[in-house]
């Protein structure tokens, strides 16, 4: 193995026994211009997360991950969600050459323009002339057009392109400058940052910043980073941009979730300086997906708001937000996972009664006229076994019968389809405990709806 400098500043080419090239390893391989951190900040300072934004990469990766582009009207109603949501950014498309993705991006742009001001939209552009004519033509359709203008960067890549580290920052240095010159705001990007070696990203952000890219992105483009990878990664950056002399740009951290890190991943790269993190819905990507958009701003509207900070997006439109794009992609639900199907569900006694009381305790707050009071306990209710409200994100809890249900659960579920509990005698609720009991299983609805209606 050997480690080098080049006459232009980035490392050598490490290979392996049989000459082919290693990849550097943020998670653990020291470097002399990059120690390992020995200790990682607990999260993201309360100022770091108010004033963090997400990119929506939901019609450009996100589409990457599906089998169907979808049509121009349903992309439009979903930019239509981001707005009001309140994401100000999102890439729309990557230069693919003409035919009709070319076609619908355009038109998606245009739609854009006309009627979504607010998004600011952003294109990918390879390092080709070919990409540069098409972000140019992309420009003139929106006057906010930005471009991420990037390269794959770590050895590996660049030896199956056959590039070396000069051609990479030729092209680059090329088509920043100008992209620049069309009076296009471009934001530096690579590919593969997480296995690309210190030495190397110094060099490539140093001509990116050089050649006039207002914004740098990093990626995890293979999702192998963990959060001690992605904080280095992104401290090494910030620093680096402070040695340039550029303190105030901006930082992208767009990650993958092939390992599973991609949540933790983007709140180190906040704590480490990053101030964009790229998020699609429900996470839908290439393989298993990009960070999800869901999970990235449930944890950090709940920072803004424990610091004291105003939330950044209309919570309540979350699931709106994210249920439409899911449809528009055809990418069913599942059962678990964050905000999954059965996210607000719950047929558990012991959970049940303690909803049940605390909606109770409201019922006491509003016969005695105490309307702020019944609206907190309604709220305790909703939170009392999740720390998701459904009612924040646009929801609602849901309760079953099933074998691990009790009273509670019964009367819950009876009072969720619109009938009253107390109707319901003791004798039929122990009927209706003991046939799910006996079958070992959650009720269907239809089947709750039949022993109701009999009640
Ligand atoms: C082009 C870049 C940003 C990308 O999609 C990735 O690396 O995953």
Same mark, same amino acid.
């Given at each position: 193995?050997?480690?080098?400098?080049?006459?232009?500043?980035?490392?050598?080419?490490?290979?392996?026994?049989?000459?082919?090239?290693?990849?550097? @390893?943020?998670?653990?391989?020291?470097?002399?211009?990059?120690?390992?951190?020995?200790?990682?900040?607990?999260?993201?300072?309360?100022?770091?997360?108010?004033? #963090?934004?997400?990119?929506?990469?939901?019609?450009?990766?996100?589409?990457?991950?599906?089998?169907?582009?979808?049509? !121009?009207?349903?992309?439009?109603?979903?930019?239509?969600?981001?707005?009001?949501?309140?994401?100000?950014? *999102?890439?729309?498309? !990557?230069?693919?050459? %003409?035919?009709?993705?070319?076609?619908?991006?355009?038109? /998606?742009?245009?739609?854009?323009?006309?009627?979504?001001?607010?998004?600011?939209?952003?294109?990918?552009?390879?390092?080709?002339?070919?990409?540069?004519?098409?972000?140019?033509? +992309?420009?003139?359709?929106?006057?906010? /057009?930005?471009?991420?203008?990037?390269?794959?960067?770590?050895?590996?890549?660049?030896?199956?392109?056959?590039?070396?580290?000069?051609?990479?920052?030729?092209?680059?240095?090329?088509?920043?400058?100008?992209?620049? *010159?069309?009076? !296009?705001?471009?934001?530096?990007?690579?590919?593969?940052?997480?296995?690309?070696?210190? %030495?190397?990203? &110094?060099?490539?952000?140093?001509?990116?910043?050089?050649?006039?890219?207002?914004? $740098?992105?990093? %990626?995890?483009?293979?999702?192998?980073?963990?959060?001690?990878?992605?904080?280095?990664? +992104?401290?090494?950056? &910030?620093?680096?941009?402070?040695?340039?002399?550029?303190?105030?740009?901006?930082?992208?951290?767009?990650?993958?979730?092939?390992?599973?890190? #991609?949540?933790? @991943? =983007?709140?180190?790269?906040? =704590?480490?300086?990053?101030?964009? !993190?790229?998020? $699609?819905?429900?996470?839908?990507?290439?393989?298993?997906?990009?960070?999800?958009?869901?999970?990235?701003? /449930? @944890?950090?509207? *709940?920072?803004?708001?424990?610091?004291?900070?105003?939330?950044?997006?209309?919570?309540?439109?979350?699931?709106?937000?994210?249920?439409?794009?899911?449809?528009?992609?055809?990418?069913?639900? %599942?059962?678990?996972?964050?905000?999954?199907? &059965?996210?607000?569900?719950?047929?558990?006694?012991?959970?049940?009664?303690?909803?049940?009381?605390?909606?109770?305790?409201?019922?006491?707050?509003?016969?005695?006229?105490?309307?702020?009071?019944?609206?907190?306990?309604?709220?305790?209710?909703?939170? $009392?076994?999740?720390?998701?409200?459904?009612?924040?994100?646009?929801?609602?809890?849901?309760?079953?019968?099933?074998?691990?249900?009790?009273?509670?659960?019964?009367?819950?579920?009876? /009072?969720?389809?619109?009938?009253?509990?107390?109707?319901?005698?003791?004798?039929?609720?122990?009927?209706?405990?003991?046939?799910?009991?006996?079958?070992?299983?959650?009720?269907?609805?239809?089947?709750?709806?039949?022993?109701?209606?009999?009640?």
């Amino acid at each position: 193995m050997t480690t080098g400098t080049t006459s232009n500043g980035a490392a050598a080419t490490r290979t392996g026994d049989s000459d082919v090239p290693v990849d550097f @390893n943020w998670n653990s391989e020291p470097d002399p211009l990059s120690p390992l951190p020995r200790t990682l900040p607990a999260e993201p300072t309360p100022e770091q997360a108010a004033n #963090a934004e997400v990119l929506s990469e939901c019609l450009r990766d996100g589409l990457q991950g599906v089998s169907r582009y979808p049509d !121009i009207d349903a992309m439009l109603k979903y930019v239509e969600l981001l707005d009001a949501f309140g994401v100000r950014s *999102a890439t729309v498309g !990557i230069h693919t050459g %003409a035919g009709t993705l070319d076609a619908t991006m355009k038109e /998606l742009l245009a739609g854009m323009a006309e009627h979504f001001p607010n998004i600011v939209p952003s294109v990918l552009s390879v390092c080709t002339p070919a990409s540069l004519k098409w972000t140019a033509e +992309c420009r003139e359709i929106h006057p906010k /057009l930005e471009s991420v203008v990037f390269m794959g960067s770590s050895p590996v890549r660049r030896m199956v392109q056959g590039w070396d580290m000069d051609f990479i920052l030729r092209r680059m240095e090329a088509t920043i400058s100008e992209t620049v *010159a069309l009076g !296009i705001p471009v934001i530096g990007g690579t590919e593969h940052t997480t296995q690309t070696a210190p %030495a190397d990203v &110094r060099a490539i952000t140093r001509v990116q910043v050089e050649n006039g890219a207002y914004r $740098v992105a990093v %990626a995890d483009t293979i999702g192998i980073a963990r959060p001690v990878g992605a904080y280095r990664l +992104c401290s090494f950056i &910030r620093q680096l941009l402070d040695e340039l002399g550029t303190p105030d740009m901006k930082l992208d951290w767009h990650g993958h979730r092939d390992t599973g890190n #991609a949540l933790g @991943n =983007a709140m180190m790269a906040i =704590a480490a300086g990053a101030n964009r !993190i790229h998020v $699609v819905s429900r996470g839908v990507g290439e393989r298993s997906g990009n960070a999800s958009l869901e999970e990235v701003v /449930l @944890n950090l509207a *709940a920072m803004q708001a424990e610091g004291g900070h105003p939330v950044s997006w209309n919570m309540t439109e979350l699931l709106g937000l994210i249920s439409f794009y899911q449809e528009m992609v055809d990418v069913p639900t %599942a059962d678990h996972g964050v905000l999954g199907k &059965r996210y607000s569900y719950t047929s558990s006694g012991i959970h049940t009664d303690a909803i049940l009381k605390a909606n109770a305790l409201a019922d006491n707050a509003r016969k005695a006229g105490d309307f702020p009071l019944e609206q907190k306990l309604r709220e305790m209710a909703r939170v $009392v076994y999740s720390a998701v409200d459904p009612a924040a994100v646009g929801g609602t809890y849901s309760v079953g019968v099933s074998q691990w249900s009790g009273t509670s659960s019964v009367k819950l579920a009876c /009072l969720q389809s619109g009938r009253d509990p107390e109707k319901l005698t003791a004798e039929r609720v122990d009927q209706i405990l003991a046939y799910a009991k006996s079958e070992g299983r959650e009720l269907e609805g239809e089947e709750l709806e039949a022993w109701f209606a009999q009640s």
